[in-house]
């Protein structure tokens, strides 16, 4: 009966609809079991029985393995400003109904965006008191915040309008009995550059982080807790947990457990808050969920969080402030989550976006790389496949002959650059090669020690080297450190001036009167 319905499971390879439930498998393999060995042998009515079982086990187990499955379901999705795209959606999660969430995708490098953190202060404020009056346009929440022997602090660093937060009223004062001190992570943005930071748990642990098959090898200072940022820093925003570590979507085996061993809250379903970065640097990602029964909306945990940042394709995301201080605001449409108190929580400090239409140029976009001693792509490499073979701006050098290496190829004045001709040599016939007896005149009487001087009038060992038969001899020369073998053309022998001498005295003698 099985076969005749062409449903049959591999027992072996578990094959299912659902690849990632278990159960699904086992009742595959409970089927495939009756459908070949039970059924067949039963009588009629036993059969029709075990079908409808069998369909209904089938709706029970696909519809809760359904319900098991994260997804989410997109409702609106518009361009409310050139650059900046504004979603809403619901996240459909596997025992609660769902919970209403907000993405606002941010194009850095769109005409007139930039990025925006609140100046040092003192006390907190709303983030619709903050935007507005400061000529934001998009707004949500902070880093985490409390008040600490009468003074309120962030938890982690900040930077506004190129102002740093002051010790006394940020994560760099509070102290180490604090248990939040120095746990932070931060996206912060300069002229031209998007950057970012790793969490304290993330760079204490990144020995096991790799060993697990995360990749650790950017962002700012990778390896120091808690770094002082690049010197020209604008706008700066902390947070933490980690939730998508350099492009991979940071799991636990127990989202419900000590999933996130540097906050103990990441465990429960509230409203959070997330910011995130892509790959590229180029895209901003503010996302805000509701919850606590807001709109229908129970919140979401670490996990669900981390996993929404991974749908949205960032490449590095951290958790901020959630709870009561979960908000998004716009200009022209105010607050477009609920927030769980039911109105605007005040909170320390806020990021958001400016976003002016004044044709100004992007303030934080990353570029293409050049070779300018910079990281304009914003990958955490300066130059990065932009320096010729020798690592330096420009062409590469040409190889001379120095006993260097110029060209970086590995090989040293190769390509016969060290084989060059002395063009200051004149030229030589071949059949010009003196002998012995070309330099003097056999007639004319000499004297001995003028005639025979070997040294000026041959030299055996040039004369017969077979290396000037062609009228070009390798010679040694040394210049400027450089020990090269050049080639010269040989000179024409020419008589001895001496010679010259002697002949004119002995002619005067024979032309002499008697006297």
């Given at each position: 009966m099985g076969r005749n319905l062409g449903w049959r499971f591999d027992r072996d390879q578990g094959r299912d609809l659902l690849t990632e439930k278990p159960r699904v498998r086992e009742f595959a393999i409970l089927v495939d079991v009756m459908w070949s060995d039970i059924i067949p042998k039963a009588s009629r009515h036993v059969q029709r029985s075990a079908l409808s079982c069998a369909l209904l086990v089938v709706c029970v187990i696909f519809s809760t393995g359904a319900s098991a499955q994260r997804s989410i379901s997109w409702r609106t999705d518009e361009s409310v400003h050139g650059g900046v795209r504004l979603r809403t959606a619901r996240f459909n999660q596997s025992t609660t109904s769902g919970s209403e969430f907000y993405v606002a995708s941010i194009n850095l490098c769109a005409s007139g965006i930039a990025m925006a953190v609140t100046a040092p202060r003192t006390s907190p404020i709303r983030t619709s008191g903050w935007a507005d009056p400061g000529g934001i346009f998009l707004a949500i929440n902070g880093d985490f915040y409390e008040r600490i022997g009468g003074s309120w602090y962030v938890y982690g660093d900040a930077y506004g309008n190129g102002l740093r937060w002051p010790a006394g009223h940020s994560g760099l004062g509070i102290g180490s009995w604090h248990w939040a001190s120095q746990n932070y992570g931060w996206i912060a943005v300069g002229p031209g550059w998007v950057n970012f930071t790793h969490t304290e748990y993330i760079k204490q642990n990144r020995a096991a982080f790799i060993a697990a098959g995360y990749t650790l090898d950017q962002g700012w200072q990778p390896t120091t807790v808690a770094p002082t940022p690049p010197t020209d820093t604008y706008n700066l925003i902390s947070g933490f947990s980690e939730l998508v570590i350099e492009g991979r979507v940071y799991t636990c085996p127990d989202p419900m457990g000590s999933c996130f061993p540097d906050r103990a809250d990441m465990s429960s379903r509230v409203p959070r808050t997330a910011i995130g970065i892509s790959r590229d640097r180029r895209t901003l990602s503010f996302v805000v969920v509701d919850g606590r029964g807001r709109r229908s909306s129970a919140g979401v945990n670490g996990q669900e969080l981390a996993w929404l940042m991974g749908q949205l394709e960032t490449w590095e995301a951290l958790n901020l402030d959630?709870?009561?201080?979960?908000?998004?605001?716009?200009?022209?449409?105010?607050?477009?989550?609920?927030?769980?108190?039911?109105?605007?929580?005040?909170?320390?400090?806020?990021?958001?976006?400016?976003?002016?239409?004044?044709?100004?140029?992007?303030?934080?976009?990353?570029?293409?790389?050049?070779?300018?001693?910079?990281?304009?792509?914003?990958?955490?490499?300066?130059?990065?496949?932009?320096?010729?073979?020798?690592?330096?701006?420009?062409?590469?050098?040409?190889?001379?002959?120095?006993?260097?290496?110029?060209?970086c190829d590995g090989?040293?004045?190769?390509?016969?650059?060290?084989?060059?001709?002395?063009?200051?040599?004149?030229?030589?016939?071949?059949?010009?090669?003196?002998?012995?007896?070309?330099?003097?005149?056999?007639?004319?009487?000499?004297?001995?020690?003028?005639?025979?001087?070997?040294?000026?009038?041959?030299?055996?060992?040039?004369?017969?080297?077979?290396?000037?038969?062609?009228?070009?001899?390798?010679?040694?020369?040394?210049?400027?450190?450089?020990?090269?073998?050049?080639?010269?053309?040989?000179?024409?022998?020419?008589p001895p001036i001496s010679l010259f001498i002697l002949l004119a005295l002995l002619w005067r003698r024979r032309t002499r009167p008697a006297t």
């Amino acid at each position: 009966m099985g076969r005749n319905l062409g449903w049959r499971f591999d027992r072996d390879q578990g094959r299912d609809l659902l690849t990632e439930k278990p159960r699904v498998r086992e009742f595959a393999i409970l089927v495939d079991v009756m459908w070949s060995d039970i059924i067949p042998k039963a009588s009629r009515h036993v059969q029709r029985s075990a079908l409808s079982c069998a369909l209904l086990v089938v709706c029970v187990i696909f519809s809760t393995g359904a319900s098991a499955q994260r997804s989410i379901s997109w409702r609106t999705d518009e361009s409310v400003h050139g650059g900046v795209r504004l979603r809403t959606a619901r996240f459909n999660q596997s025992t609660t109904s769902g919970s209403e969430f907000y993405v606002a995708s941010i194009n850095l490098c769109a005409s007139g965006i930039a990025m925006a953190v609140t100046a040092p202060r003192t006390s907190p404020i709303r983030t619709s008191g903050w935007a507005d009056p400061g000529g934001i346009f998009l707004a949500i929440n902070g880093d985490f915040y409390e008040r600490i022997g009468g003074s309120w602090y962030v938890y982690g660093d900040a930077y506004g309008n190129g102002l740093r937060w002051p010790a006394g009223h940020s994560g760099l004062g509070i102290g180490s009995w604090h248990w939040a001190s120095q746990n932070y992570g931060w996206i912060a943005v300069g002229p031209g550059w998007v950057n970012f930071t790793h969490t304290e748990y993330i760079k204490q642990n990144r020995a096991a982080f790799i060993a697990a098959g995360y990749t650790l090898d950017q962002g700012w200072q990778p390896t120091t807790v808690a770094p002082t940022p690049p010197t020209d820093t604008y706008n700066l925003i902390s947070g933490f947990s980690e939730l998508v570590i350099e492009g991979r979507v940071y799991t636990c085996p127990d989202p419900m457990g000590s999933c996130f061993p540097d906050r103990a809250d990441m465990s429960s379903r509230v409203p959070r808050t997330a910011i995130g970065i892509s790959r590229d640097r180029r895209t901003l990602s503010f996302v805000v969920v509701d919850g606590r029964g807001r709109r229908s909306s129970a919140g979401v945990n670490g996990q669900e969080l981390a996993w929404l940042m991974g749908q949205l394709e960032t490449w590095e995301a951290l958790n901020l402030d959630g709870g009561g201080s979960s908000t998004m605001w716009m200009r022209g449409r105010g607050i477009i989550n609920s927030p769980s108190d039911g109105s605007e929580r005040s909170v320390l400090d806020h990021v958001g976006i400016f976003a002016a239409t004044d044709g100004t140029a992007p303030a934080n976009c990353c570029g293409d790389e050049i070779c300018n001693g910079r990281d304009d792509d914003c990958d955490g490499v300066v130059d990065n496949g932009v320096t010729n073979a020798c690592g330096s701006c420009g062409p590469t050098p040409a190889e001379t002959c120095n006993g260097l290496d110029d060209n970086c190829d590995g090989v040293v004045d190769e390509g016969g650059v060290c084989d060059v001709l002395d063009a200051s040599a004149p030229p030589m016939d071949a059949g010009a090669s003196a002998d012995a007896g070309a330099s003097t005149d056999a007639s004319a009487p000499t004297d001995a020690s003028a005639s025979t001087d070997a040294s000026a009038s041959t030299d055996a060992s040039a004369s017969t080297d077979a290396s000037a038969r062609d009228g070009r001899v390798p010679v040694d020369i040394s210049s400027g450190g450089c020990s090269c073998r050049v080639t010269r053309r040989s000179p024409k022998l020419q008589p001895p001036i001496s010679l010259f001498i002697l002949l004119a005295l002995l002619w005067r003698r024979r032309t002499r009167p008697a006297t």
